[in-house]
């Protein structure tokens, strides 16, 4: 996904944005370009800072999809059902997912992962 698909797709699951004023949204644009120039492996949070958080969070299972979706949700402060929302995703799909009863599949994973400001592929 090159940046500026990201911005547009930002944008687009985004659309309070719009009401920022001028200046703050261009640092989240700033730190949007940052973020698609980590490498593939990179994420915003470390994997020892995600070991920790899912300790804290008395998470079972250690680091898996389920138990990552469901740290990186609650980091955000995000509920299910606004998570749902943001991502067009049944609430019900989320729960499953975070149960490990539902895979997460790439797509989903790409559009979570940006919503929650990690790599998608810590979700698969």
Do not use: W
Request: charged fraction near 25%.
């Amino acid at each position: 996904m090159t940046t500026l698909s990201m911005l547009k797709n930002v944008k687009r699951l985004f659309p309070e944005l719009k009401q920022l004023p001028k200046a703050k949204l261009q640092v989240v644009e700033d730190a949007l370009v940052y973020a698609a120039g980590l490498g593939p492996d990179e994420g915003l949070i470390s994997e020892e800072e995600n070991k920790q958080l899912l300790k804290k969070l008395g998470l079972k299972g250690g680091i898996n999809p389920a138990n990552s979706l469901k740290a990186y949700r609650l980091r955000q402060n995000l509920t299910q059902q606004e998570l749902a929302r943001r991502a067009n995703i049944p609430q019900s799909n989320i729960s499953a997912m975070e149960k490990g009863t539902r895979p997460i599949g790439l797509k989903s994973a790409k559009k979570l992962g940006l919503i929650l400001h990690c790599n998608y592929k810590k979700l698969v």
